[in-house]
């Protein structure tokens, strides 16, 4: 891990469609990286949809590639940025059963070492042919 990167844990990519409550409104958000200790979601902008006073604690309803089981957490908004049609909000998790937080942690666990492997067998490859 980087110095600068006040990060727990190292994300994991992963693409899901999930639902961020804000101030008890739902938002259909999009990720693109996970890990045990957060997530950095993309949502669209509808007009007039800005917070007066930004929240920072939300609710996160999302379910993991590859299993059957939603998980349910609280987060906080660390950062967000923003740009002509999207939010971007880097959550940290603050809360959530732990059999949902066994659940990720085995989920980042096994797609590390899926990337891993992968990332092996390509050296492999590499040093056979030289």
Excluded at 103 to 121: K, V
């Amino acid at each position: 891990m980087i110095a600068s990167d006040r990060r727990i844990g190292f994300r994991v990519p992963t693409e899901m469609f999930l639902n961020q409550y804000i101030a008890d409104r739902p938002y259909r958000a999009m990720s693109a990286n996970l890990s045990e200790s957060g997530v950095l979601l993309n949502r669209v902008k509808a007009p007039k949809t800005r917070l007066q006073e930004p929240q920072r604690v939300i609710g996160l309803e999302f379910q993991l590639p590859g299993t059957g089981e939603t998980i349910w957490a609280r987060g906080e908004i660390c950062y967000q940025d923003s740009d002509t049609y999207f939010y971007t909000d880097h959550v940290r998790f603050t809360a959530m059963p732990k059999v949902h937080a066994r659940l990720l942690r085995d989920y980042c666990i096994e797609s590390r070492r899926a990337h891993l492997g992968s990332l092996l067998t390509r050296i492999r490859r590499t040093t056979e042919i030289h």
